[in-house]
């Protein structure tokens, strides 16, 4: 039976002409000196670079891991994306690489990684791989992971007005250790402010 099935999943594996096949990755330096910038400023980076890849690209995740600046700017934000048509996840990092040639903060970035799902890797991957498991169950994994964490729309509250409420609220941004990321929440997707003390949830929307 194993033998069979992975026979039928070597010939399923070639007529799935859309699914993303090996893990891919590359690095965009983007003309001229670079600033801090707010959320809304990468993504339009990212978005082109994700959209090359499926052009119905769904952003998924918007984090800045190390914080933000007062006016809402960071050196460095993180975005991830599903790329339904692919069968693949897209990680794509906006950032200043710090270098003298491209002025005070250094060239703007964009790294970005596309990898398969399931991950090569992955327990799932390997038992289509050794036909213990069918071709056709990641396609149905795929679908189910797909729905596990909601879409998120590429015109929302910037970084800039999400730092003046967090203010607000007093929390403490210039402590260090501060990051700032989107999650799901019942109500719908939110920011999410972090120090070592405090974490505070705002609208996205």
């Known amino acids: ?5 992975r026979l039928h999943n070597r010939i ?3 007529l799935d002409r859309s699914s993303l096949r090996e893990p891919r990755d ?3 330096r983007l003309p001229g ?3 801090p910038s707010l959320a809304s ?3 339009e ?3 082109q670079v994700a959209q090359r890849h499926d052009r119905d690209a769904r952003l998924k995740r918007v984090a800045a891991p190390r914080g933000a600046a007062a006016d809402g700017a960071a050196a460095q934000w ?7 048509k692919r069968r693949a996840k897209l990680t794509c990092d906006w950032y200043l690489d710090g270098s003298k040639q491209g002025g005070r903060f250094g060239q703007e970035c964009l790294a970005w990684r596309a990898t398969p799902f399931p991950p090569p890797d992955s327990v799932l991957a390997h038992g289509i791989k050794e036909g213990r498991l069918a071709y056709t169950l990641g396609a149905r994994v795929w679908r189910e992971e797909r729905r596990r964490t909601p879409d998120l729309p590429l015109t929302f509250r910037d970084s800039d007005a999400v730092v003046t409420e967090l203010h607000e609220h007093g929390l403490g941004l210039g402590d260090g250790g501060f990051t700032l990321h989107t999650d799901a929440a019942a109500q719908g ?6 120090t070592p003390d405090q974490v505070l949830r705002l609208r996205f929307l």
């Open 12 to 14: 399923d594996y070639w």
């Open 33 to 35: 000196g670079g600033v």
């Open 45 to 47: 980076r990212a978005v």
């Open 189 to 194: 997707p939110v920011w999410v402010a972090e």
């Open 26 to 28: 590359g690095l965009e």
């Open 78 to 84: 993180t975005f991830l994306f599903d790329l339904p």
């Open 41 to 43: 400023h990468a993504l």
């Open 1 to 5: 039976m194993t033998a069979l099935r």
